[in-house]
C-alpha cells in the first residue's frame, strides 16, 4: 500500500489566520487529492492537487479561501485561510495508487477558536 | 445529492459472529467500490475493493459483495474481533472521482 504521511496531526488556531497542511506519498501514487471531513459527515472533495499547475476545485471550495500546491509529484500543501470556527474540521490527504485504490494520511484536526 | 449512501449509521454485533456492513449507491457509471475502516484521529485505512466486473472479493476475514441490479455494495466481517470496532466506509470511483458514503459505527462486543 502506498505510504502517505501529512502534518500536522492537530492544531487549534485563532480566528483569522491560516495554516497550512503538508503531505508527502511515495512514489506508488499517481493523482493526489485533499478531503475534509466535518463531525457526524462523510468525506468531502476539496480538490485535485495537480503537479505544477492550479488545482481542480469542487463546487462549494474556492482558491482564495483553500490554495494548494503540489510542486513535485509526491509533495502537496493545503492552506486553510482566514479561518473561522466552520472551518474547524479533519483535513485528509489522499493518493490515487496505480493499483486503483486510494490510500488517505492520517489526517490533520483542525479547531479553530 | 448523496451518491453512496451508508443507511445504518452504527452496528454492534458480538465477537466471533458475522458482521455485515451496508452500501447503496445511485450513479450507475461507478466501476471501482471500496471499503475503509477508520480509527478516531486517524486517516481512513483501505481494507478491501472490488471490480464493479465482479460480484465477490475475499481477502482473510472480510468479503465484498457486489450487487449491481440492486446497486449494492456489502462488506462481511467473519469472525468479528473487539479490534474491528471503528467506522466502517464504503466508497465507488466513476473517472478519478471517489464519492464515499456517511459512515457506519461498529461495535464488537467481547
Known amino acids: 500500500s502506498a505510504v502517505i504521511s501529512q502534518k500536522p496531526s492537530r492544531d487549534i488556531c485563532q480566528r483569522g489566520t491560516s495554516l497550512t497542511i503538508q503531505c508527502q506519498v511515495d512514489s506508488q501514487v499517481t493523482m493526489m487529492f485533499w478531503y475534509r471531513q466535518q463531525p457526524g459527515q462523510s468525506l468531502t472533495l476539496i480538490a485535485t492537487?495537480?503537479?505544477?499547475?492550479?488545482?481542480?476545485?469542487e463546487s462549494g471550495f474556492v482558491i482564495d479561501k483553500f490554495p494548494i500546491s503540489r510542486p513535485n509529484l509526491t509533495f502537496s500543501t493545503l492552506t486553510v485561510s482566514n479561518m473561522s470556527p466552520e472551518d474547524s474540521s479533519i483535513y485528509l490527504c489522499?493518493?490515487?495508487?496505480?493499483?486503483?485504490?486510494?490510500?488517505f494520511g492520517e489526517g490533520s484536526r483542525l479547531t479553530v477558536l | 445529492d448523496q451518491q453512496v449512501k451508508q443507511n445504518s449509521p452504527s452496528l454492534s454485533v458480538q465477537e466471533g459472529r458475522i458482521s455485515i456492513l451496508n452500501c447503496d449507491y445511485t450513479n450507475s457509471m461507478f466501476d471501482y467500490f471500496l471499503w475503509y475502516k477508520k480509527y478516531p484521529a486517524e486517516g481512513p485505512t483501505f481494507l478491501i475493493s472490488?471490480?464493479?466486473?465482479?460480484d465477490k472479493n475475499e481477502d482473510g476475514r472480510f468479503t465484498v459483495f457486489l450487487n449491481k441490479s440492486a446497486k449494492h455494495l456489502s462488506l462481511h466481517i467473519v469472525p468479528s474481533q473487539p479490534g474491528d470496532s471503528a467506522v466502517y466506509f464504503c466508497a465507488a470511483r466513476a473517472g478519478n472521482q471517489f464519492y464515499f458514503g456517511t459512515g457506519t459505527s461498529l461495535t464488537v462486543i467481547p
Open positions: 489522499s493518493g490515487w495508487s496505480y493499483t486503483g485504490e486510494l490510500f
Open positions: 492537487a495537480n503537479q505544477g499547475s492550479e488545482a481542480t476545485y
Open positions: 472490488i471490480s464493479s466486473i465482479k
